[in-house]
């Protein structure tokens, strides 16, 4: 039996790397929250505080890579644990120093939370790609980023429900240190099977040279086109309505994300994953288009909502294909793709240059579009055979 794509693996193992995408979904937390954050600082310190979420996305383009390289010596288990073990510590720096912490804490915290949450995120996808039967990929990592998914959706509600109940949203913090903790204590008390290193370490150059395959350099710049259009989307949401205030575009976006999550996970275990993708980013393409002109109220949110249905299996398709053309340097991939989040980066500051130059949030749906044009390109020169069956070939062959 293959010691990857280990089809007998049951929910006692499954689950515990499953809540590590669930724990991806806290780096999202500093977007939200920086602008609570800045009502605590003066006017001079408000540009600082807007470079918190910036931050994060920093930390996956400078650790990516070395973290994947550190992985091969250390294993992806024992990577992830040490993600988690980094990401509370940051969520419980701020809270710790007081009720008005000084901007460097904030820093110190949320640099910690990138760093972790790098290290979580290197790992656990590639842990869960080891782990999937063969020829069911992309579905396993489909059910990852319903967890994540699940994660997001939660973040608007409970804040909401914090600054409610409390007057604050500083025990955001703590509650999720404790989750991250917990998930960092249930992988650890669960055996979850790993390919053998056999003494072979990746390196920053194994994973710049995969970049010489088609299909890898297709599936990484995939991935930040995706992010890119992800966080676009997520800035222009509630201005496209005119309402800083309304989260409900956001909140839809994530619900009708899970939805797709759920059916692409159904779907992909019975078709091609290429050709589910560029039926997918064909009608994301459309649907930002539509974005352009529409200022109906009601059209926007449908519009919105459609678009999360449509991005929901973009990452976990990308990186099951990436991983499939090159089964022996899985760890390498995980590092090259993981780097590529770091174009969540772009959108805020080109985004919002477009919409002070002409005055009209709808412009920055130009921006999105353009991401969608390369997605849609790159779904049509990924391969021509099923993703099923070049998996089960290649299951075959290492047999």
């Known amino acids: 039996m293959r010691e990857t794509g280990n089809s007998t693996i049951g929910g006692r193992g499954l689950a ?24 605590d600082f003066p006017a001079a310190l408000q540009g600082a505080v807007n470079f918190l979420p910036t931050l994060v996305f920093l930390w996956f383009l ?13 294993g992806r288990r024992t990577m992830a644990l040490a993600g988690y073990a980094l990401t509370a510590v940051g969520l419980l720096v701020p809270y710790a120093a007081g009720a008005q912490p000084a ?10 939370l990138g760093i972790g949450n790098t290290a979580v995120q290197v790992a656990v996808n590639p842990l869960l790609a080891a ?25 608007a509600p409970l804040l909401t429900a914090l600054v409610a109940l409390t007057g604050s949203w500083r025990l955001l913090l703590p509650a999720y240190a404790v989750a991250t903790a917990a998930a960092g204590l249930w992988l650890w008390r669960t055996p979850v099977p790993e390919p053998g290193h056999g003494g072979r370490t990746v390196g920053f150059a194994d994973c710049i040279r995969l970049l010489r395959s088609r299909t890898v350099t297709l599936c990484a710049f995939g991935v930040a086109a995706f992010i890119a259009a992800d966080v676009g989307i997520g800035f222009l949401s509630s201005r496209l309505l005119g309402s800083p205030d309304s989260i409900l575009t956001t909140t839809g976006f994530y619900a009708c994300r899970i939805v797709g999550t759920l059916a692409g996970a159904w779907l992909l275990t019975r078709m091609s994953d290429i050709v589910y993708l560029r039926w997918n980013m064909c009608g994301a393409l459309l649907l930002a288009a539509a974005l352009l002109f529409v200022r109906n109220t009601a059209a926007i949110y449908l519009l919105v909502g459609l678009l999360g249905f449509a991005q929901s299996c973009v990452f976990a398709t990308l990186y099951a294909e990436a991983t499939r053309s090159e089964p022996t340097r899985i760890d390498a991939v995980a ?11 772009l959108p805020g500051p080109v985004i919002g240059a477009m919409v002070r130059a002409t005055g009209d949030a709808h ?24 993703a099923a069956g070049r998996a089960e070939q290649i299951g075959n062959q290492n047999e």
């Open 103 to 112: 901007l460097v804490w904030y820093f110190v915290g949320f640099g910690l």
């Open 16 to 39: 515990p790397v499953l809540a590590g995408f669930f724990v991806m979904g806290f780096c999202d937390l500093i977007a939200p929250i920086s602008g609570r954050i800045a009502d």
């Open 131 to 155: 782990i999937a039967p063969a020829g069911r990929m992309t579905s396993y990592l489909t059910w990852g980023q319903v967890f994540r998914n699940v994660s997001l959706l939660l973040m």
């Open 363 to 386: 412009t920055g749906m130009l921006f999105v579009i353009l991401c969608f044009v390369y997605l849609v390109w790159a779904s049509f020169r990924l391969g021509g055979r099923s």
């Open 335 to 345: 590092g090259l793709l993981i780097l590529m989040i770091a174009a969540g980066a």
């Open 62 to 74: 400078v650790l990516s890579l070395p973290i994947a390289a550190l992985m091969g010596r250390t």
